[in-house]
């Protein structure tokens, strides 16, 4: 494998690592605030109760479109060291959607 294609893996793992991180944070707030909106709701205080629900709905989905991010830059990466024979990446029990052959 060239040195190019080192550099290209390494960046889309440096990519993937980045939105894991950006996806946990989004998973963190969206918690943080389904607390907050529960707090609310048991105080019967339902202005702030929806306020937090609907912050927490966004991060979820801010987070869910990171997580997806980072998997595939990761699928991408593997794809790359499939394509140039290493031999680290030969469990091919997954087809082309990311479906198991195992069970």
Do not use: P, R
């Amino acid at each position: 494998m060239s040195e190019h294609e080192n550099n290209h893996d390494h960046e889309l793992l440096e990519e993937a690592y980045h939105a894991h991180i950006e996806a946990a944070h989004h998973f963190e707030l969206a918690a943080k605030h389904h607390k907050l909106a529960a707090e609310a709701d048991h105080k019967d205080d339902s202005v702030t109760a929806a306020h937090h629900a609907y912050i927490a709905y966004s991060h979820a989905l801010h987070g869910t479109q990171f997580a997806e991010e980072a998997a595939m830059e990761e699928l991408a990466a593997d794809h790359d060291d499939e394509d140039h024979g290493n031999e680290e990446h030969t469990d091919h029990s997954h087809d082309h959607e990311g479906h198991s052959d195992k069970h």
